[in-house]
């Protein structure tokens, strides 16, 4: 089946400063990437969708010059948390999906990122 | 209220016992997807569906598009099986998913 990846799985960082997360699709093309964001306790929400060579479209509410997300590759799609805040401290998941792989996501094992 | 609604919110049972969530939702979807979560956050994609039922191993997943309305059941199940089971709509092909809160099922042996 299809596999994605993400790095790094956990993070700890400094108020101020900026993290980058990548997303990769292993053994196929992603036409589309998804975040997705999940605070202790609550469900799972859509940050952005991502499209490979164009600007990703974000959902009401997120910061789009807080969380920058490239998609330059067919297997590549990034996340960086801009001058990140405690409150950024959550479970960043991504998801995949690509030609041939119709309505179906693929799951990369989330990103944990402490904000100190 | 929720674009999608989850029930029960916990469940605890005994090994063996038939388990069933329901997930109901309010729009227009193209595709249901029922997911697992372990404690670690990882998630794990079990049925995509878009009309009728699906079956893989001793898991069942159904949808009544009519009624807006799916069901995941677990047979004969096992302390393995416990986890945080969600429930997710796609309103098109090409867009992103809606989540349930998720139903944290625990299997007692």
């Known amino acids: 089946g299809a596999v994605v990846s993400q790095h790094p799985s956990w993070v700890i960082c400094k108020s101020g400063t900026s993290v980058k997360i990548e997303c990769r699709s292993l053994d196929f093309q992603a036409t589309t990437m998804f975040w997705y964001r999940q605070f202790p306790k609550q469900s799972l929400m859509l940050m952005a969708t991502s499209n490979e060579g164009s600007k990703a479209t974000y959902e009401q509410g997120v910061e789009k010059d807080k969380f920058l997300i490239n998609h330059a590759s067919l297997t590549l799609s990034t996340l960086t948390v801009t001058s990140a805040h405690p409150e950024d401290s959550s479970f960043y998941i991504c998801?995949?999906?690509?030609?041939?792989?119709?309505?179906?996501?693929?799951f990369g094992p989330g990103t944990r990122l402490t904000v100190t | 209220k929720n674009e999608v609604e989850q029930s029960p919110q916990n469940l605890t049972a005994q090994e063996g016992e038939f388990i069933t969530i329901n997930c109901s939702y309010s729009v227009g979807i193209s595709a249901l997807h029922w997911l697992q979560q372990h404690p670690g956050g990882g998630i794990v994609s079990l049925f995509m569906l878009s009309s009728g039922k699906k079956k893989h191993g001793r898991l069942i997943a159904t949808i009544n598009i009519q009624e807006k309305h799916s069901s995941l059941h677990i047979t004969a199940s096992h302390p393995r099986d416990s986890a945080v089971y969600i429930c997710?709509?796609?309103?098109?092909?090409?867009?992103?998913?809606?989540f349930g809160k998720g139903t944290h099922l625990i299997i007692q042996p």
């Open positions: 998801s995949a999906s690509g030609q041939g792989y119709s309505y179906e996501q693929y």
């Open positions: 997710a709509v796609m309103r098109g092909g090409a867009d992103g998913l809606t």
